[in-house]
């Protein structure tokens, strides 16, 4: 089979994990995921041309709970960039917006707020329940905000994507110079990662499609035009509590998820290393 890394464009890769099931959603997917031998990324082969089929009832987009918003706002705020770095009435870009979380736990806060999201339903129903604009066209947003935006997010949204270069290109064209581009995405190269192997509920087969490690975006930072400043790793329970049940069942349990979701801050406390951030600056 051939083979194209989508950040260095070798055609030479090493096959890691083979015939992956969906162990989340069970979707009737399975793929193939390749290192490339020339930098080292992560990747699926063959990249899949469209994507939105894995996303048919993805839980990630449903609205939560209360007591899921509790936990979003507290124990997993870590992951999520902190609002208290930046000035007020600063400009903000939740890019990838997911349920609104971030954004809504974010409302309070003296920020001129936007987001993107590309499915056109689900950003009208996030538009309306936020208060905010979120676009789903990028020309739009960018006709919109071209050079003014003081900070990006993008809380694991680039694992999703397969064309990393255009995203980081798009960004650089929405920051103003200094603005900031923060991100957090799962740690390929983590003691979680290498526990759980193709069963790691961070792999998710078959939505995650690149897995950038610290390498990845330190050459990306210089190719267009930003800076890498820091580098943090997270704790992050899901990526254990997640996995526990594909270990013992075969599958993803959201009630055994719970039960285990304990024993994942735990891990996570004590080793935070399944997720890491990066903040970038536009040069």
Known sequence: MSFNCVLCESITGELIYANCDDFYLQKPYRVNYYRCEACGLTQQSPMPLDTSVFYDDYPIHKKKSWLFRKIQSTIMKPVYFSIGDVSPKSKLLD???????????????????????????????????????????????LSNYEGEIDVITLHFVLEHLSKPHDIFQKLFRLLKPGGIFFFTIPNIDSIEARLFGRKWHALDPPRHLTFLEE??????????????????????????????????????????????FPLGIIFSRLFPCGTKAYWLVKI
């Open 95 to 141: 890019y990838g917006c997911g349920d609104g979380g971030f954004l809504e736990n974010s409302l309070n806060a003296d920020l001129d707020l936007t987001g993107f999201e590309p499915n056109h339903s689900h950003s009208k129903r996030l538009s309306k329940k936020l208060g905010i604009p979120i676009y789903s066209d990028f020309s739009e947003l």
């Open 215 to 260: 390498t990845h975006v330190h050459a990306m930072a210089l190719k267009h035009g930003f800076e890498l400043k820091k580098t943090l790793h997270l704790p992050f329970p899901n990526g254990f509590a997640g996995s526990l049940p594909v270990i013992f069942f075969g599958r993803f349990r959201y009630f055994l998820f719970l039960v285990c």
